[in-house]
């Protein structure tokens, strides 16, 4: 479950990047008439957020065991 | 858009964000009954004095209840450091809101334009707004069968678990359609899972605040936009206003739901979508 939460954090991390930048546009309000997707990056980075913080939840339990 | 049509949205998006009765399907409706030909929804400057509003009705769901969001927060950026969960009531209770409002933020990214596109026109907001009726009115009939069954008893919002949490997330992304309420559809959810209609009703409204918050951050943009005049006394007074009316009705919905039920509202609702559904099939909405 610890990798599968880093996996998600940087999966997240990457694909709002890419929205931030511009590269994809799946599922955006302007399609590519905008090149940066603010919104769809922050949230984004959010979830990348959440999933390293599940991530610290997992290692410190195993630390206290 | 005159003065008083800007104090009458402003006004209307105060109460019916947290009133359930959907703000998003009123903002069409009423225009549409009214005939304000002059407003434009997809305006650059509209979009902007919108922005304003959410960001009133926000603040003032975060002054309401700003002793719990100070407890919440540093509940939660406590478990952060510690790296574990320590029972703490705010601590629950700041997960199940992070956990609930992952639903709603994801699916208002990705889906809200092509939701809005597809039905953000009188008719279907009529429809949905009928249908948020039907909604309430089965929540209130499963709730009194619920009490009805003496293995299930009321519980506190902090004995929620995640995934009814989830639940009650994905329940207010259907607000993502016009005519659905937030706090209806997420108060009908957490009626579903044993919480009263007061906490429910308090759930639903701490659900909201981050999502009305963050909707409106997001959205900020279009104040400085090419093509954006919004006239600045007309945004700010509008703020105000939807920011006192928002208080004020969410201090008078927690005192109505300790002893009172969503029908009421479901009738309003009802009534409301099948005139301006038989309105728009006349062709006298415009």
Redesign the interface.
Known sequence: MKLLALALAAVFFVVGLLYGLGTINF???SGAEHSHH???L??CW??AL?SL?WY??Q???ES?R | MTDLQALVLALLQGVSELFPISSLGHTILLPAVLHWTNINRADPSFLAFVVVLHLGTALALIVFYRREWLAIVRALVGS?V????SGDRYEKLGWLL?IGT?PV??LG??????VRELFGSPAPAAVFLALNGLVMFAGEALRRRQLADPARADRPIESLSYARSVAVGFAQSLALLPGISRSGASMVAGLLCDLDHEDAAHFSFLLATPVIF?AAI?ET?YLVEPGSHVVIYQAVAGGIVAAVAAYLSVAFLTRYFRNNDLRPFGWYCLAAGTVCFILSKMGVLS
Do not use: C, M, N, Y
């Open positions: 599922l955006t309000k603010v919104s769809h922050v949230v959010v979830i959440l913080i610290r939840f290692t410190s339990a206290a | 952060v510690r790296g574990k969960l992070v992952l933020g994801v990214v990705l889906l809200e334009a092509p963050a997001l943009h």
